[in-house]
């Protein structure tokens, strides 16, 4: 690749990976490579995929053939979690020039530099169990908010999920560490930090440090402003964190906890280390503490043996409990779990009407949750880009919030009075103030 060149990154899957193509980013930005758009003609393209939605070939090949159209001489090359579990399948799509796996993917510069000349793809992808290091980093130039990897890997091997095939064992940095790293964010620009990591409830086990002493030491930094936790195990939130976030003017009144089934019967089938009870008691102890918190819960429709009795009982809890939205997926077979031997498979027909009708379910959710700020006067960190004029943020409680684009700043907190819910699913008002406060 010749210096100076321009580098273009597309992501794919979660908030995770965002942080780590910002890190691969830096890393070829420090190499002599431009960052630019996927459209315009780069000379190297970095595609980081993802292996638990479905259609994974078919997303990475739509991101290649965008690369090649736009410059059909670009360098290829492919990370993420499907390069781990698929490296001979990506390997054979036309126009990739180099795999990279879990232990290599931060590796790029060099990869690139070593094969460039080469006539067939190179791959490098190891043994997901010696995949040992873990590499710290954070999203940065996409949006407001600012993603922070703290953690890495999963120890928990659920019978539906590859990620500990993909990403290995859980590991993390120390917090001494990870403070530095979130002051680095804070000095780039961050106004909201949302931890995350593949399952950040098990930080610092390996270093005699839990998750509930790391938000402790970021809520201590004096430069930093608003905290935000991502998704977090039922069995991993307990009521000392849930009380700390209460306390804390920083952390935000928000809590992501996966579901996936609101039968237990099903539960145990998938390996999950909790049952209903647990999480009905999770979500009881947040609202004592915290009535107005944004509750966001993952639902997985159409795993096996899940029958019209076990849809029903997790359609009428999530009824029932005062949660704000869900992220439902419709169950798909992956090669390598132990939910492939489970018998009574859901028809695919049936697991995508089970996953409309959760989906129509999360908007009366989402509904209820805003109904509760009509009237308030909230704080909005708004977004620096626009659509249509609009500028759009989010409330402490994961409302989202749109303003006049000519009268709000991006990455400002700004003082909202609500007045109305849209069919589009966010709310307006009127603008009170541009504030410092949090």
Sequence with gaps: MRPGGTAAFHTLGCKLNFSETSTLARQLSGAGYARVGIDKSPDVVDINTCSVTDHADAKCRNAVRRALNSNPSAYVAVVGCYAQLKPEEIAAIPGVNVVLGAAEKFNIVHRISEAQQAESPAIHVG????????????SSGDRTRTFLKVQDGCDYFCSFCTIPLARGRSRSATIEETLVIAQ?????????????????????????????????SLDALPDLHRFRISSIEPNLLDDELIDFVADSEKFMPHFHMPLQSGSDQILSAMRRRYRVDRYASRVERIRQRLPLASIGVDVIAGFPGEDDAAFGETIQRLQDWPVSYLHAFTYSERQRTTALRIENVVPIPLRQERTQQLRALSLKKQRAHYEQFVGLTRPVLFENSSEDGLRFGFTP???????????????????????????????SGELVDQTTSH
Aim: proline residues 1%; hydrophobic residues 45%.
């Design 127 to 138: 043994e997901i169990k010696e995949v040992r290091a873990f590499v710290p980093g954070f």
């Design 397 to 427: 409680e994961y409302v989202r919030v749109a303003a006049d684009a000519q009268r709000v700043e991006g990455n400002k907190l700004t003082s909202i009075a609500l007045e109305r819910i849209h069919a589009a699913g966010h709310m």
């Design 184 to 216: 680095e964010a804070t000095k780039a620009g961050a106004k909201e930090i949302v931890l995350t990591g593949v399952n950040i409830g098990d930080f610092g086990k390996a270093h005699g440090e839990s998750f509930l002493e790391l938000c402790q």
